[in-house]
């Protein structure tokens, strides 16, 4: 205590000394010590004087006040948003939040941040019009990205802390928000003109507006900032973002009566994107992440989303998507199209993964798989170059996996599906990273089978059930037309000195041994059939397996696999880091292997357990003796035998 008391002494000298001299450097060695250790051991009455101390001392300081804000922060942190406007001193939140005061943005951020902690709190917050404003115009006029992307969110956990959404369940027409819609923050936001207006005049192409003093790169940044913050807040609400609340302001800026807010304005209205290709990079970015955020349908009784329909209804759903279906039309600028054709694929991968039933019933999947069958139909030395067709197979691995199945109803091959042009010896890292996302299949299916009296029940998602069916059959479809698949991966996984490639090979033995599958369905006609399945294979068909660790421990993947994952790993010892450096590219391929034995390990003996083979129980001897060793095993070559046993 008497330690305590000596610091709290010399801190109070100290401070009172800077005060009245306020040229006098801190000591930030005594500020941190006294944050570490004294801060939470003071009595309330100490630590209010030298809060209030502190406060008087960090508005007059010529120096960098970031020690004695720290150390004020960490006194606050017991403190509510209401107790801190409790104080007997008054916090000014205003000229804390002016851009012009950088080094007091954050603190005065932080201290806003409580107020975040319940609606309550929040609303209190709400009733201050004057320092909602100053955070919203520090939050889009501000030069620095730190503080920036803080005020984002702090504006982001208002609204969520105050969220106050009625549901209507028989309304099938969506009215205009009104008060009892929404918590006071959002009213504040949105129903305060001054405010609302605030995010027009700070992100419109105008620079000219009096009320906000911003250059054009400035206000490019302010509509970044504005384009990654709005699909966040139409999640929340999308009714409160795409209706006019203030139609002379929204009028102003270009908006028609039967537009959709502030939605509206920053999809169409803010950007020229004929004339600014990163601007209009954000913007399909913007797209997709509405799609991806918003799934909720506008009305009761529709099945689209509200984003997805917004889109769809402007154009913009088709222009974005046009850049990657249709790089080559004539009405795109080439040097745009080489900005755009990626943020359009994501675009495009959001879509199909947002909404996969929307997606396979509309025109674009069909020109999906044309787009990418041309992308990847494309010679052995691009696919090893620095300009592999890396978008279109993150597309590729972003659809349905229904979608890249042969149509049996209308007479596809395996030839059709774009997966078979993904190649597996001359090949790299994407590729074999795409392969694995589609053999493994969805994540989220964990099949439990309770008893036939327990009253759980036993479904599962259809259309989960369809994916891991799906992967099954891709598995084998691709593996029976390419039976050197695991060869190339496994010497893929042993060229260490390619190390991303070689931990992509990792990766896909990693994904079919964990891989849940599911056999294909006998009642869906788009859908192929176990036979279908045998019939399209090349003759004789490969037996098929139910589960990844089965389809790994059968031939013709059981000869390269297991011997790979039980032999020794390969070391640079002789180069700089040595086989023990965390950070060299022995290492991490080493243990991603060793995780990957394991992985086959423990499904391994998940299946020994309900099926009692010999094989299998002397199987997972020698792997439960190899996991033993650790992943630098020196034992020489082990699992010779294994290797060529039959199942």
Known sequence: MASNAHLLEQLQEHLAHVQEHPTTPLDAKLLESSKVFLASNLAPSESAS???????????????PTPAN???????????FSDLLSFDFPIDFVAGLDPAAEPFNLLTLALLGKATATGTQAAILATKPAVVLALVRLWLCTPDTGVADKAGNVLFALLKADEQIVEHPTETIAAAPTASDQGL???????DRDIYSLFYACCSLDTSTPDVQLSRRQKSIAQARLLQWLPKVAALDWNMVTHNHHPDVEGKYGLKPTDKGLVHFAACNMVDHKEDVLMHMSLINFYADLLERVKKPE???????????YL???????????????????????????FLYGVSARYCSTYATSLPEHFLRSSTLQATLLSISKALDVGPSK????????????????LPRKALLPRV?????????????????????????????????????????????SPLSNDVDPSVEAEAAAARALFYLYLSHRPRLFSDVVSHADTIALKDKALAAINLISAVVTAEWAPLPTD???????????????????????????????????????????????????????????????????????DALRALQRRLRQISQTEKLAEYEEMLAVIDKRVTEGPWSREGEVGGRIGTLEL
């Open 409 to 453: 109803d209308a007479g596809s091959t395996w030839a059709s599906s774009p997966l078979s042009l993904v190649p597996s010896n001359r090949t790299n890292a994407d590729a074999l990273n795409t392969l694995a996302t589609i053999f493994h299949g969805p994540d989220e299916r964990r099949v439990v089978q309770f008893p036939p009296d």
């Open 299 to 309: 009305f009761q009784g529709r099945a689209d989303s509200a984003a997805l329909e």
């Open 70 to 80: 720290e150390l004020l922060l960490k006194l606050l942190a017991p403190y509510s």
């Open 524 to 594: 869906d006609a788009s859908s192929p059939t176990e036979t279908d399945l045998s019939t399209m294979m090349p003759q004789p068909a490969l037996a098929t397996a139910e589960a990844g660790v089965l389809a790994i421990l059968s031939p013709p993947s059981l000869e390269y696999v297991l011997p790979y994952l039980l032999s020794p790993a390969q070391s640079f010892a002789n180069l700089v880091g040595g086989r023990g450096d965390t950070e060299s590219t022995a290492y991490k391929i080493a243990t991603a292997k060793f």
């Open 312 to 338: 769809i209804a402007t154009g913009l759903h088709a222009r974005s998507l046009s850049f990657f279906l249709q790089p080559d039309n004539a009405s795109h600028d080439p040097m745009d199209v080489s």
């Open 50 to 64: 030298l809060i209030q101390q502190l406060a008087a001392l960090v508005t007059t300081l010529q120096q960098d």
């Open 185 to 191: 923050v959002w009213r504040r936001l949105f129903g």
């Open 383 to 398: 696919w090893t170059s620095d300009d592999s067709p890396k978008h279109a197979l993150h597309v590729l691995a972003s």
